[in-house]
């Protein structure tokens, strides 16, 4: 071996050596303990990644779904969550996914409540949750002893059913620190009104309505893509979209006949409770431009009557049919009578309409009406029958199961939820048939008789002209909106008179024989 190789090799075992002392000096782990541990950190730093050894087949199911979903836009799918689906990251924290101490600090504590320090009072400790299934009054007053918990149950019941609670409504507890004992309790009946119990002794419970701050904005714009896209591009959220699809669906086929170039302008109510963005009011006017022809809506209450949207004319603009059962989906079979069925693979009549849409997509019914079927019908699947007024039918079938708790007897609502698509009986793919039947004979939708709602009595004409006339400043931007309150234009609810109940005879009272045992 020369000189200059043994130089080498002294050299390189002096750097070694040099750089162990360092790393030894700055108590760095060994090497291959670093390597793994940066390993650990890559693998879990993207939980949503398939194992190693996932199934072929499973991947390439899941490829095949993706791929069939349609639009979101055209679908009626939020973007924004579509965005999140795709990006397999989880948008909740997994229910699970607490370290010891989280637990261990407060474990009478349920897992959907969590503690309000900054929003307590001196002397008091909050809690605010959600009602989760199998959660009870009871549980949701961990703190507090058995016979507490009781007193303020016994004291609920006198103004508020238990049976009524629902999941997922909010709820408040608020404690005395000093004693443990529950001072208030609050849970949200619905978005108008809300249960209350507080005291620490003798509890009294009330059902009080929701405070919020309501302020009137206006929307305009023009669709380039679809409803849901104008919508966002305007800085509002989807609800918007589907507020004014459901406003207009009697007027405009948003399936067939929406397309660029349409354009809207919108009067809303915002709600805010404590500065905080609670959603959409009631749209107090709209105008709607589709394919040149605009139509109105302006919210108008007669007397005691429900408020109802007409037109300028004083027409009613809700008609006695929807012009689709669902909303932002397409055709893929109109009413046709020599069809090339596409399971059976021999023609035949096609007496209805088929939408396509992803499975789950809520259904609605047309119009107001009777469910006559519910169930099984072969070829057609989980279907079910509504029958209107003058010997109309409606039918909806292929579906993946149906709204709860509904039942064959039951009225529905224009609008109502009564199932969602799906692709039973004989069907290729997730859609909804739908078919109408007049007199026990199909007849095609798109040609259906179609009356309009009750309009404005002549009597109240004269008022009505007033309300349109402020409503329609206001959409112009001709008024100002800074004064407008809920009942300022058009009440948002009619107190009903309260008939004083007729004063109940007076009960005689029957002597009764006492018996004398002898």
Not at 308 to 317: D, L, R, V
Not at 430 to 446: E, S, V
Request: charged share 25%; with cysteine.
């Amino acid at each position: 071996m020369s000189v200059n190789k043994k130089l080498c090799l002294v050299g390189v075992a002096l750097m070694l050596l040099l750089a162990g002392v360092f790393a030894w000096h700055k108590g760095l782990p060994p090497f291959d303990e670093r390597h793994n541990a940066a390993e650990e950190q890559a693998a879990s730093a993207d939980p949503a990644q398939p194992e190693a050894g996932q199934d072929k087949a499973e991947k390439s199911e899941s490829g095949k779904a993706e791929s069939g979903k349609i639009e979101s836009g055209k679908a009626g799918q939020n973007p924004q969550q579509e965005s999140e689906k795709v990006s397999g990251q989880p948008v909740e924290r997994a229910e699970g996914d607490k370290s010891a101490e989280e637990s261990d600090a407060n474990p009478k504590k349920l897992d959907n409540a969590s503690s309000d320090e900054e929003g307590a009072a001196p002397g008091e400790a909050v809690v605010r949750g959600t009602v989760e299934k199998g959660d009870t009054v009871v549980k949701m007053l961990a703190g507090a002893d058995s016979q507490a918990a009781q007193e303020y149950i016994n004291a609920a019941k006198r103004v508020f059913s238990m049976r009524a609670f629902r999941d997922g409504q909010p709820y408040v507890v608020i404690t005395d620190t000093a004693t443990g004992k529950v001072k208030r309790f609050e849970y949200e009946i619905d978005n108008r009104r809300r249960l209350v119990v507080e005291g620490m002794e003798q509890p009294v419970a009330r059902v009080e309505a929701i405070e919020y701050t309501t302020l009137l904005s206006t929307v305009n714009t023009v669709i380039d893509d679809n409803l849901f896209q104008a919508v966002a591009d305007a800085g509002e959220r989807p609800q918007l979209a589907l507020r004014l699809a459901e406003l207009f669906g009697s007027e405009i086929n948003f399936i067939r006949d929406l397309q660029e170039g349409d354009s809207f302008a919108v009067l809303v109510e915002k709600r805010y409770r404590e500065g905080e963005y609670k959603g959409y009011g009631r749209i107090i006017a709209a105008h709607f431009t589709n394919k040149g022809k605009t139509f109105e809506a302006y919210l108008f209450r007669e007397g005691s009557k429900s408020a109802s949207y007409f037109n300028s004319k004083g027409e009613n603009i809700r008609k006695s049919l929807l012009q689709a059962p669902l909303a932002f989906t397409r055709v893929t079979s109109r009413f046709t009578h020599n069809r090339l069925h596409p399971v059976l693979g021999y023609s035949r009549p096609h007496e209805g309409v088929d939408y396509a849409a992803p499975t789950g997509t809520p259904v609605k019914a047309v119009g107001e009406g009777v469910v006559t079927a519910k169930g099984w019908s072969g070829g057609y699947g989980n279907q079910v029958i509504v029958r209107h007024g003058g010997g109309l039918e409606s039918m909806y079938s292929h579906l993946s199961g149906y709204a709860r708790g509904l039942k064959n007897g039951q009225k529905v609502r224009q609008g109502e939820v009564i199932g969602f698509v799906g692709m039973t009986g004989l069907a290729t793919g997730p859609h909804l048939d739908f078919r109408l039947r007049q007199g026990g004979r199909f007849i095609n939708p798109g040609k259906a008789i179609n009356p309009r709602g009750e309009p404005v009595s002549k009597s109240a004409m004269g008022a009505f002209e007033k309300v349109m006339a402020q409503e329609l400043a206001l959409l112009k931007g001709e008024q100002s909106a800074a004064e407008y309150t809920v009942d300022s234009i058009v009440p948002d609810q009619v107190e009903q008179p309260q008939q004083e109940k007729p004063a109940e005879p007076e009960k005689k009272t029957e002597k009764r024989k006492k018996k004398h045992k002898n």
